[in-house]
């Protein structure tokens, strides 16, 4: 997966629940981001870091949080909070600001 | 912030034909502009990106043009394969300290033998 790994590929969750999504990098990239895609919609950013123990919210953090322990690992939770969760969550890397990103193969979540 | 739109939403074009896709950004610090290529059910992948010193990229048959004071840039595609029908994605950065992608909300491209 070039380096970035999500897991698992598909997860469903039942109302009320939280769950967490896992992201892993071995690029050694400080930056993760996580976007989340909905169909016509593009991706839309929820949740960013720059740097260890430290993170930004995007324009649709409600109802998601992260944690940034270490450089490889960004996992995001998706609370009960979050009304509408079903989506394809994509985390990815960069180098840093002047660079692209390299996105993970994404998690398909669904709400049964 | 920045908003970036892309035109058209789909787009269908026969085999060995070109096809065009333009975005637009509102925010003129913006100097970072990547194209992705997602095929359905996987991941986003860079194909090329353009900054902002520079009007024109080529790499084989796909190329970006910028245009810094009309605020659009544009992805060219060349003699189309169906292996080129994906959806695809504009983006931009702005260059005020840290900052993330702002991406269009895609183009379906078909491309039909």
């Known amino acids: 997966d070039g380096g970035i790994t999500q897991s698992p590929k598909y997860l469903f969750r039942k109302e009320g629940q939280n769950v967490t999504l896992s992201c892993e990098q071995n690029l050694n990239h400080d930056a993760m981001y996580w976007y989340r895609q909905d169909p016509g919609q593009g991706l839309r950013l929820i949740y960013y870091s720059q740097i260890v123990n430290d993170f930004q919210k995007g324009d649709i953090a409600e109802g998601y949080s992260v944690s940034r322990e270490k450089k490889e690992s960004f996992p995001l939770t998706v609370t009960s909070a979050q009304k509408n969760p079903t989506a394809f969550y994509l985390c990815a890397s960069s180098m840093g600001a002047n660079y692209g990103y390299t996105f993970g193969s994404g998690t398909r979540l669904t709400v049964v | ?113």
């Not at chain 2, 509102?26 to 991941?43: H, I, M, T, V």
């Not at chain 2, 659009?72 to 394969?81: A, P």
């Not at chain 2, 994906?86 to 078909?110: E, I, P």
Request: glycine share 6%; aromatic share 8%; with cysteine.
């Open chain 2, 1 to 113: 912030g920045e908003n970036v739109e892309q035109h058209p939403s789909t787009l269908s074009v026969q085999e060995g034909d070109s096809a065009v896709i333009k975005c637009t950004y509102s925010d003129s610090a913006s100097n970072y502009f990547p194209w992705y290529k997602q095929e359905l059910g996987k991941r986003p992948q860079l194909i090329i990106d353009i900054r902002s010193n520079v009007g024109e990229k080529k790499d084989q048959r796909i190329a970006v043009t910028l245009n810094k004071t009309a605020k659009h840039f544009s992805l060219h595609i060349t003699e189309t394969q169906p292996e080129d029908s994906a959806v695809y994605f504009c983006a931009a950065r702005q260059n005020s300290g840290y900052s993330t992608l702002t991406f269009g909300k895609g183009t379906m491209l078909l491309v039909s033998p």
